[in-house]
């Protein structure tokens, strides 16, 4: 019941409302009819083709054959909604049943290419009479529509027209159709198109100017770190060129200068301490003279050892020699 309730409203909740149905009830036909015609408005016709066909074992009825063709011609098959036709029990169908498979059977045949065979399928006593009846004006439009794909312009007018007279609860679109071929147009439909069109075009504009400053905005980053990268590139070979000028050259000369400026220091520093130690060596010599002693010999014992004193040096005792040998001339 839920199904069937909003199933003109919402097709897609009136299938899962009929499938929930049919997991608690699988064997009861007329939920499977309500699977079978939930999936067509839905727009699934496989699932409507099987749901169906199962009803119609169930019960031994055909009275979704139009439903049945029309999903067939929506899978691409008109030949199978063309045969369903054919092999339908047509007493066995009530009289809205038989048109509505009538009606489908022709759109097959045009889909087919075959547009005279469908103006003369519908050229049937039903299309002038009852006029208030419930299929007349989806058997006149078809009629029309078949006309009209013929090439029998008139002819289509003046039925599309019938039509039109005919719907009252506008369920075709008849009087668009007429009016499509007059040539006229309803100024406030195309306001509201070109009111949309400007509008996606207005958004168009904008998201390719956001595109495009986006754009601008990366290829911007990407200079700034292309130039940030070249000037430390640039930095780095200033300093190696700075480090090959002459200047640079000039200063690491005068840092090996300066390292054997050092060298030289400590080297003179070390002559000099070296003097300075052997000057010390021989005031110690002088001032300590007397407190060395040598041994008289190898087996001499330490008591017997007598000081030594220093020797004069070489310089004095020639000095004395001369000294003398000049008092002796002197004498003499």
Known sequence: MAAGQIIDEDSELALRHAIAARRLASRIAVVREAVGLAAYAAGDWTTAIAELRTYHRMTG???????????????????????????ADKDALDQAGSIELLIVAAGARGDLGQHD?????????????DADADWAARLRYAYADALLAAGRRDEARE??????????????????RLLELDGVTIEGDDEDEDDETRDGEGEARDRDGEQAREGDDDRDDEDDDLEADEDADRDD????????????????RDEDFDDEDELDDEADE??????????????????????FTTPAGPDADEESAEPVKPAEPESKAAEGKTTGEQGKGDNA
């Open 270 to 291: 070390d002559v000099d301490a070296g003097i300075d130690s052997d000057e010390d060596e021989r005031d110690d010599v002088k001032r300590g003279g007397d407190e």
């Open 237 to 252: 070979d200033y300093e190696d060129e700075d480090d090959d000028r002459p200047e640079a050259r000039a200063d690491s």
């Open 117 to 129: 065979a469908a103006v003369a399928m519908l050229q049937i006593k039903e299309l002038t009479a």
């Open 159 to 176: 039925w599309f027209s019938r039509a039109a007279a005919a719907d009252e609860d506008d369920l075709t679109d008849a009087a668009e």
């Open 61 to 87: 009825r055909q009275t979704h054959l139009a439903e049945l063709a029309d999903c067939e011609r929506a899978l691409g098959r008109p030949e199978r909604a063309i045969d369903l036709y054919r092999g």
